[in-house]
């Protein structure tokens, strides 16, 4: 079962339109981050948002916890913001001390000249 | 900025044989984790360790093994390598408390054949 879900699963932009991704949980979390990845690169961290919102920059993401869903907008995109984007969740686990990030699929986007 | 390191960067391994992941982070992270990427399943965690001597299963365990022998280094292990176990890894460490950002390494690309 896919814990994270995120939507939508590849996205084509032309450069300066902007994106919303979407990422909803099947259970409860308190924490939700955004990470970037470069195509066969690492990944790197955007946001940490565990409620309401938070910007970076061109970056702005929204999470509303009680409704399990996180969003990430990209205003004026750039030719450099094409790659992938996950949307990870902290999760608790029973008996387990600390807690873990578990990632969803991601969204592909490629933005064109 | 952390450092994540691992090696090797790429690997080519025979089915049966044994393989060794190493990763060594810089920044005194209690938290270190081995993860999966692939194709349609995104990150998923293997195993992870909260300090030096301890590691803890992940979500799909079977068949890796890991070592935490100091704060800096944590090794995923492959004694029996099998060709389901192509994939590219990922090594993470973290801070234990409030933001929990994840500092990614580079990743090792690995191909049993």
């Known amino acids: 079962e896919q814990q994270v879900q995120q939507s939508p699963a590849s996205l084509v932009l032309q450069e300066a339109e902007n994106a919303e991704l979407q990422c909803s949980f099947s259970?409860?979390?308190?924490?939700v981050q955004w990470f970037y990845q470069r195509p066969g690169g690492r990944l790197v961290s955007l946001l940490y948002?565990?409620?309401g919102t938070k910007q970076s920059g061109r970056l702005t993401s929204t999470t509303v916890i009680k409704e399990r869903r996180s969003s990430l907008h990209i205003s004026s995109s750039q030719i450099t913001d094409s790659g992938t984007y996950l949307c990870?969740?902290?999760?608790?686990?029973?008996?387990?001390?600390?807690?873990?990030?578990?990632f969803g699929i991601g969204t592909l986007l490629s933005v064109k000249p | 900025e952390a450092a994540v390191t691992q090696s090797p960067r790429n690997k080519v391994a025979v089915t049966g044989g044994k393989v060794t992941l190493s990763c060594n982070q810089t920044?005194?992270?209690?938290?270190m984790y081995w993860y999966r990427q692939d194709t349609g399943h995104g990150l998923r965690l293997i195993h992870y360790?909260?300090?030096?001597?301890?590691?803890e299963k992940g979500d799909i365990p079977d068949g890796y093994k890991a070592s935490r022998p100091s704060q800096e280094n944590f090794s995923l292990i492959l004694e029996l390598a099998t060709p389901s176990q192509t994939s590219v890894y990922f090594c993470?460490?973290?801070?234990?408390?409030?933001?929990?950002?994840?500092?990614f390494g580079a990743g090792t690309r690995l191909s049993v054949l």
């Open positions: 993470a460490s973290g801070v234990d408390r409030g933001q929990n950002t994840l500092y």
């Open positions: 259970i409860f979390t308190n924490q």
């Open positions: 948002n565990p409620s």
């Open positions: 990870a969740m902290e999760r608790s686990d029973y008996g387990s001390s600390g807690n873990k990030l578990i």
């Open positions: 920044n005194n992270h209690n938290n």
């Open positions: 360790s909260y300090g030096a001597g301890s590691t």
